[in-house]
């Protein structure tokens, strides 16, 4: 990088700092200050934390490499983004009525303690399988292609890179709480969108123009069925991305992240009232359609300059080009001084805001359902450090998990997904029927759960068995392997989420309904007419007017690219 880019990288690093200090001078002596920003975030900046902190380094890296690898497919994940809304309109008012700070606290509200401890475990371990080494990896991989470095005092740079930006990432994190991850994400947000559009510009003009890119990339058939890498909706016989699999698979994986997940749920508690959380939410679906164009076009622009070239994206050892290096390859060979630091700002704000968010959900999750759990007296002081001691211990699992992470996918967002999908349908069954149907008890919850965890984690076992020692010798195929290796994983999402239903449905109907009182205000019908007018004065014909704006723009975008 030239003198110019390191200059504008210091001047983003010094606001940044200067937002941090500010954040620690504000008083955080308790577990909502720490955790939820003392529950006073305006729609601004609730919008802004949801999107940079799901725009993080599957997205630089992932989205734009599985662009590179395979065109649209994976688009599906993105436009799903339109649940935010289901988020803001449905799920906001019952967890604003609850009064908690994590999701599970939650589901301990509306079935029972097991409940809380199960969603716990599961989510700390999605984090560590997914977030955290996923980030972390990026991270590595991403200032290794744009620094142009590869070792640096006999030391591999991807680890320096990696390792580096988790400790620059935890110390603001630590000591600013929520607050440094709400207000560094109103800084980030502009920058990064602001850096991801020069890129797709200056790569569309380097290639020729969008119908260049189209022309290129629809020539390249993905299957035997004659589709190619523009098509979204593929033919229902494609063994990795079948239209009916995508949008079921999508729609499973969208609904848990953007309604249920700890990690985007907890900028939404955040807000000061139902209109902040629910406007916040409808901005963040707005920006939400963005990342196709910012982050998967790109991608696709990097793979047709590699046609139309000959030679663009790095190789990998077999000789292939390294579709995950798609995105920094852009910023180092087509961006001018000034510009590319720009960019490094922006790819610093996603991969930073991503882990901020990561380790505030974490610490939350650790400190709000284990330890306080068992230590119920506990000096709310005390349990920010415990907070901050947790985060440490999942960063360090997640790093350890970055080489089999490695052996498992070929392309980071692909194997982003296809863990969640198998983690997404248990969490998502527990809290559809927990919101709709009056009559799902403690132990059907529980039970959806529990079924949920064995058949994800025995399917992801299966996953990493299988791809690291391969079939049978003799060719043979038990009926283990061809139902949790064999079979599609986005068909066994969708199946997963009808058998853990199937258990929430079968327990309740055998065990004794909810005390009515107990769950009032926390499932359809039962909440008091005081509390449905408060939610009733919360939105006006605006907030449903926008609404209406993104599901169309979603609409056009899938008759755009069937």
């Known amino acids: 990088m030239a003198l110019l880019d390191w200059i504008v990288v210091a ?20 577990a909502d200050d720490y955790f939820l920003g003392g529950k006073d975030a305006t729609w601004i900046a609730i919008g802004a934390s949801i999107f940079a902190s799901n725009i993080g380094s599957e997205h630089l890296i992932g989205l734009a490499g599985s662009g590179a ?7 599906h994940w993105e436009i799903q983004g339109w649940m935010i809304l289901l988020l803001g309109w449905v799920f906001v008012p019952f967890y604003s009525r609850s009064m908690v700070i994590t999701m599970p606290q939650f589901l301990e ?26 980030t972390v990896y990026a991270g590595g991989l991403v200032f290794q292609q744009v620094f142009g470095i590869e070792s640096l005092w006999g ?54 123009g969008w119908d260049q890119m189209m022309a290129i990339c629809s020539e390249v058939k993905v ?52 209109k902040q959380a629910r406007r916040g939410t409808i901005f963040g ?42 995105f920094p390859t852009l910023v180092a060979k087509l961006l001018p001084a000034g510009v590319k630091g720009l960019i490094v700002c922006g790819i610093l704000a996603a991969l930073m805001s991503s882990l901020a968010s990561l380790f505030n959900s974490s610490a939350a999750l650790f400190t709000i359902d284990f330890y306080q759990r068992f ?78 965890l064995v058949v994800g984690i025995t399917r992801l076992g299966a996953k990493v068995y299988y791809s ?24 066994f999402c969708g199946w997963m989420l009808v058998f853990c239903l199937a258990v929430i449905f079968v327990v309740s109907m055998f065990t004794p309904a909810p005390d009515p009182e107990k769950i009032k205000g926390l499932v359809f019908g039962t909440s008091t007419p005081e509390e449905r007018a408060v939610t009733r004065a919360s939105w006006d014909k605006w907030d449903v007017i926008h609404s209406c704006i993104i599901l169309g723009i979603t609409a056009a975008f899938y008759w755009y690219f069937w």
């Open 69 to 75: 690898a395979s065109g649209m497919a994976m688009a």
């Open 11 to 30: 001047i983003f690093a010094l606001a940044l700092i200067g937002i941090i200090v500010w954040v620690m001078k504000q008083k955080q002596n308790n």
């Open 223 to 274: 299957n035997e069925y004659g589709d190619s890498m523009v098509n979204l909706i593929r033919d229902n016989r494609d063994a990795q991305y079948p239209w009916l699999g995508a949008l079921i698979g999508s729609a499973v994986i969208g609904f848990w992240y953007w309604c249920t997940d700890q990690f985007i749920v907890q900028r939404v508690l955040s807000g000061r009232d139902e």
């Open 468 to 491: 690291n020692v391969g079939a049978a010798a003799d060719g043979s195929q038990s009926w283990f392997q061809w139902l949790f290796y064999d079979t599609n994983w986005l068909f």
């Open 375 to 452: 230590k119920p007296n506990t000096d709310p002081k005390k349990l920010v450090k415990i907070g901050q001691a947790a985060t440490v211990v999942i960063v360090i699992l997640g790093i350890l998990w970055i080489p089999v992470m490695r052996s498992v996918g070929d392309v980071l967002y692909l194997y982003l997904q296809d863990v969640q999908s198998v983690l997404a349908p248990g969490i998502a069954a527990a809290f559809l029927l927990g919101v709709t149907w009056k009559k799902a008890t403690a132990k059907g919850g529980m039970w959806g759960l529990i079924a949920g």
């Open 155 to 208: 030391i591999d740079f991807f680890w320096i890179a990696a390792i580096g930006l988790v400790v620059i990432t935890a110390l603001y994190t630590i000591f600013g709480g929520m607050k440094s991850v709400l207000y560094t994400s109103v800084l980030q947000t502009p920058i990064l969108l602001l850096g991801s559009l020069i890129i797709l510009v200056l790569g569309l003009k380097e290639l020729g």
């Open 109 to 134: 509200k509306r079935y029972n303690p097991a409940s809380r401890t199960i969603l716990s475990v599961i989510s700390l371990i999605s984090y560590v399988l997914t977030k955290v080494a996923v």
């Open 285 to 326: 679906a707005y920006l939400k359609l963005l990342p196709v164009f910012l982050f998967l076009i790109p991608g696709m622009i990097a793979f047709a300059l590699h046609q139309q070239l000959g030679s663009f994206l790095p190789l990998t050892p077999e000789g292939l080009p390294n579709s995950d290096a798609a």
